[in-house]
């Protein structure tokens, strides 16, 4: 139980396009989800806090605008890298927590979405 | 604030042989305390937590660790490693609002 997935599992663009990746929990609604970025062999950095039917709140330097979060069920979350750049590149890991139980206190990872925008 | 962390960046260890990977933590209030493996280009695989109970909270793949009020401390350990134990470990503490704050995480390489 508690699978999350991705989709794509990795993309690569070209230098000013648009790029939507998407999470879901298959198996459990999730109340909340999480967007991380991790750099070559450092730790994930939080970008974002995704909540079911209200706007996506984001961590302190990182553009809201540029990296677009939509929440629309309580499966699905996406982001999306507008415009996207060279500096983008990245691997992008999301996470889902059960909205409540015993599991609430955990997060359940996705496999990740490797970003290569050329 | 919530934070972990990990001294070691790298844990070598011989198949076989006991494996321990150190976290120490820093919270304030009761601790909620993960330990996720990664392997390469790959989500986070959870392993075991602690939310409050035991000090000794067993977990995935023969992996344990043991919660140590006194020295703020999170250790995983393996009695016996193996080579496919080879990967990158993170220690995480959660707070209030469910945020998870990961450690710099530690390269474990098993030889064989």
């Given at each position: 139980g508690a699978v999350v997935s991705q989709h794509p599992s990795w993309v690569i663009c070209k230098s000013g396009t648009s790029v939507k990746i998407e999470c879901r929990s298959l198996d459990f609604q999730a109340t909340t989800m999480f967007w991380y970025r991790q750099f070559p062999k450092q730790s994930l950095m939080l970008m974002a806090t995704s909540n079911e039917g209200s706007k996506a709140t984001y961590e302190q330097g990182v553009e809201k605008d540029k990296f677009l979060i939509n929440h629309a069920s309580l499966t699905l979350s996406t982001l999306t890298v507008t415009s996207a750049h060279p500096e983008d590149s990245s691997f992008y890991i999301c996470s889902a927590r059960l909205a409540?139980?015993?599991?609430?206190h955990e997060q359940f990872f996705g496999p990740g979405t490797r970003l290569t925008v050329l | 604030a919530q934070s972990v962390a990990q001294p070691e960046d790298q844990v070598n260890v011989a198949e076989g042989n006991p494996l321990t990977v150190k976290c120490t933590y820093s919270v304030s209030g009761n601790p909620y305390l993960f330990w996720y493996v990664q392997y390469p280009n790959r989500g986070l695989q959870f392993l075991l937590k602690y939310i409050?109970?035991?000090?000794l909270v067993k977990g995935s793949y023969g992996f344990e660790a043991e919660f140590n009020k006194s020295q703020t401390s999170f250790h995983l350990k393996k009695p016996s490693a193996l080579v496919s134990d080879s990967a990158l470990y993170f220690c995480a503490v959660r707070a209030h609002d469910y945020k998870l704050s990961f450690g710099a995480g530690t390269t474990v390489t098993v030889r064989a």
């Amino acid at each position: 139980g508690a699978v999350v997935s991705q989709h794509p599992s990795w993309v690569i663009c070209k230098s000013g396009t648009s790029v939507k990746i998407e999470c879901r929990s298959l198996d459990f609604q999730a109340t909340t989800m999480f967007w991380y970025r991790q750099f070559p062999k450092q730790s994930l950095m939080l970008m974002a806090t995704s909540n079911e039917g209200s706007k996506a709140t984001y961590e302190q330097g990182v553009e809201k605008d540029k990296f677009l979060i939509n929440h629309a069920s309580l499966t699905l979350s996406t982001l999306t890298v507008t415009s996207a750049h060279p500096e983008d590149s990245s691997f992008y890991i999301c996470s889902a927590r059960l909205a409540g139980g015993p599991g609430r206190h955990e997060q359940f990872f996705g496999p990740g979405t490797r970003l290569t925008v050329l | 604030a919530q934070s972990v962390a990990q001294p070691e960046d790298q844990v070598n260890v011989a198949e076989g042989n006991p494996l321990t990977v150190k976290c120490t933590y820093s919270v304030s209030g009761n601790p909620y305390l993960f330990w996720y493996v990664q392997y390469p280009n790959r989500g986070l695989q959870f392993l075991l937590k602690y939310i409050t109970g035991d000090n000794l909270v067993k977990g995935s793949y023969g992996f344990e660790a043991e919660f140590n009020k006194s020295q703020t401390s999170f250790h995983l350990k393996k009695p016996s490693a193996l080579v496919s134990d080879s990967a990158l470990y993170f220690c995480a503490v959660r707070a209030h609002d469910y945020k998870l704050s990961f450690g710099a995480g530690t390269t474990v390489t098993v030889r064989a």
